[in-house]
């Protein structure tokens, strides 16, 4: 039997958020790299579908790489490498752009929250932004992945992902892997500390919702005391009617492995008020944080390692997916090189 190939990405937009640990990253370290075959990128030509600055980008990847050895990827299990490495994810794209509907670029809900974003901002909205899903895809499918760990935002483009694979297979033959998207038990949707209506995105400009991997305790502790909730009494569990209160209930359940209904019903027997809830939050989400702040400080002083640890991957990487790709070119009847 073959192992399971596991395979997902960080984009290099902005500083990594709790979301991202929570929904993502915290998963590839600790199950997925263990039990699978994993690989692992920066999706820096992801970062390019928005309005970007040359110079950060390439400081986030790199800062990303970091992170994301940070939270215990270890390069002699797992593949770790940058997107833009590895030419197949491009080559690919553009061949899922030719199975791909234009129609069903523009349902992506990402596209239509995106798109709204940069025009709200006096910004025109990059054709990259649109077919983004496909080459989404193409990371995907270039590696015959099985499973895509992701937040529970990425579900609609995995989706896709496994739409353009059957499509393909249908009028082409047999090229790629179905794969199928797993989510984490709490928190696959983390929503920002001051508006729990909005998903937490590390591109997003307010900040004073958001939590990031690499801040102080104190700035954390700050951003949790003030998180917005409600004016109901008690606590209780529901995400409709009380967002604010269940995404404070969901990342404690996160940290601690327990349930988020259980929780609530905890405080309220002990008719414990928000500020106890919060302070516990706070403290928790300091302490999942400390090991990974720790480590990343010592691999920052090394960033000859992290350069290594990327060259050996993007090596790995492709050659694990240049072979699939190629078939697919010959799939579609594009004439071989000589
Ligand atoms: P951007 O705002 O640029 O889209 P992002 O914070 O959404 O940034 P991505 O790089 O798009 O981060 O996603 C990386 C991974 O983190 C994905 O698997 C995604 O599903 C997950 N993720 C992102 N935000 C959250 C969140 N708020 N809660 C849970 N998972 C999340
Ligand atoms: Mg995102």
Redesign the pocket.
Known sequence: MTRTRTL????P??HL?L??Y????RRWAEEDQHRAESLFFV?DL??LT?EHDPARVRRLSRQAAGLLLATGLDPRVCTLFVQSHVDEHARLSYLLGCVATDGEMRRMI?YKE?SARAQAAGQSVRLSLLTYPVLMAADILAYGADEV??????TQHVELTRDLAERFNQRYGQAFVIPRATRPAA?????DLQDPST??????GATAGIVYLLDEPDVVTKKVMRAVTDSEAGVTYDREARPGLANLLEILAACTGKEAAALAAGYDAAGAGFGVLKKDVAEAVVELLRPVRARHAELSADPGYVDGVLREGAARARAVARPTVDAAYRAVGLLPPA
């Open positions: 997902s990405g960080v984009k937009t902005g958020t979301g991202n929570l929904g993502a990253l999706a992801h970062a928005v990402q995106k760990p992701v937040g529970e935002d990425q928190a696959a949707r983390v929503m998903k937490m995105g590390k591109s997003h």
